[in-house]
């Protein structure tokens, strides 16, 4: 008898995973878990804009570049691309990419969140039935619990799981082989990702905010796919308060379409944008209200700081993850709020936007102005 190993094939291989999948407690509802698009969590709209190749994918002219070159490289060796972490705030392309990366490679796409995946079952009946060279995607992946995190370092280095099986002194492990796959990691933190996580991606990018000139360009595609008209100076405008975020400028276009259609002639102009805007209270800066309603927190609830982001959070009726995910970065990119050890401080510029008079010395901190 032979003592050499059968190699398995990769077809042999997924047959076998997806075989044993099921006793593995894999979840009954496996769509509550991970989807192959987007249906369902978002708009045909949304989709629609979503752009499907890199040379259709407007900024991050760095990070393009890369994965242009990264994703040839695998493609010719035919193998899977090496794993990809992706940081920076919400709105940026980050899922966006992670789907182009797949179409690219002409690999399977899954998508989850860290959130979705509650038990290690529900990590191991995903990858046991993966096909070779799938992109799986994980949103959030700072919030993804211990044990789901600890399966995730042997999967993505030697493309294994250990699954434990019975109780007690009757437990076994089963390690279970699974195809070569690329994870694409998302998040809005990556200071909350373990050091052991973010060493095994080989592949790191950071997104940043966009220019109003490539925003004013995302508008004008955006604007021919959602066949709607827009004037050159209308684009700028809205990209001039869209946040430096592409989501919040097709929003933002969209309310402008539906403004130009019953209020105008069909055709998005500078003037319909300034109207809209002042009927969706946004101002200048792209602030919304709730934006300005945090800022008017921290200055007439807290002496204009420091208040600690839980406080904040409370005083606004809001969630911490959403005050520090989408809210912060971009009212401290304007220079409007400070972070310091202490808690948030409002700036002199928060005061003068707001048209609140008044300098406020705090102790330790010396003055704001």
């Known amino acids: 008898m032979s003592g050499k190993r059968k190699i398995r094939t990769d077809a042999e291989m997924h047959d076998e995973n997806a075989a044993l999948a ?21 708009d045909a709209q949304e989709n629609k804009l979503r752009p499907q190749l890199l040379n259709e994918f407007l900024g991050q002219e760095t990070t393009k570049k890369n994965l242009s ?6 493609r010719n060796r035919e193998e899977a691309l090496d794993h990809l972490f992706l940081i920076g705030p919400p709105g940026l392309g ?23 995946l509650d038990k290690p079952k529900d990590l191991v009946g995903i990858l046991s039935t993966i ?25 993505m280095e030697d493309f294994e799981l250990d699954w434990v099986i019975g109780q007690g002194a009757a ?6 082989p699974i195809p070569p796959f690329t994870l694409v990691g998302a998040t809005t933190r990556a200071g909350s990702v373990s050091t052991p996580l973010v060493s095994r991606f080989g592949i790191i990018e950071h997104l940043n905010y966009y220019t109003g000139e490539e925003l004013a360009s995302i508008i004008h595609r955006s604007a021919k796919l959602l066949s709607v008209s827009v ?5 700028f405008l809205i990209a001039s308060c869209s946040r430096g975020t592409p989501r919040v400028a097709n929003r933002v276009l969209k309310r402008m379409r539906d403004f130009a259609q019953v209020d105008g002639r069909g055709r998005i102009t500078k003037d319909i ?18 934006d300005r309603t945090i800022l008017r927190s921290v200055i007439e609830n807290f002496g204009g700081g420091p208040v600690g982001a839980e406080t904040l959070a409370i005083s606004v009726g809001e969630s911490l993850d959403t005050l520090v995910d989408y809210y912060e970065p971009y009212l401290i990119q304007c220079g409007l709020l400070q972070r310091t050890n202490r808690g948030r401080l409002a700036t002199e510029k928060a005061y003068k936007h707001l048209g609140i008079e008044g300098a406020i010395r705090h102790e330790n901190d010396g003055l704001l102005f």
């Open 273 to 290: 944008v300034e109207a809209g805007l002042s009927r969706l209270e946004i101002d200048s800066l792209g602030l919304e209200r709730y």
């Open 94 to 116: 980050k899922t966006t990419l992670a789907q182009i990366t797949a179409h690219e490679l002409g690999a399977d796409f899954k998508i989850t969140s860290a959130p979705a």
């Open 231 to 235: 004037d050159d100076d209308a684009a």
């Open 171 to 176: 437990a076994r492990t089963v390690r279970i």
């Open 22 to 42: 099921p006793s593995l407690s894999a979840p009954e509802d496996f769509s509550r878990i991970v989807r192959a698009d987007f249906s369902g969590e978002e």
């Open 69 to 74: 070159v990264f994703i040839a490289a695998a």
């Open 131 to 155: 096909t070779p060279r799938t992109v799986f995607f994980i949103d959030e992946i700072h919030r993804l619990k211990p044990a789901i995190e600890e399966m995730l370092y042997i999967a």
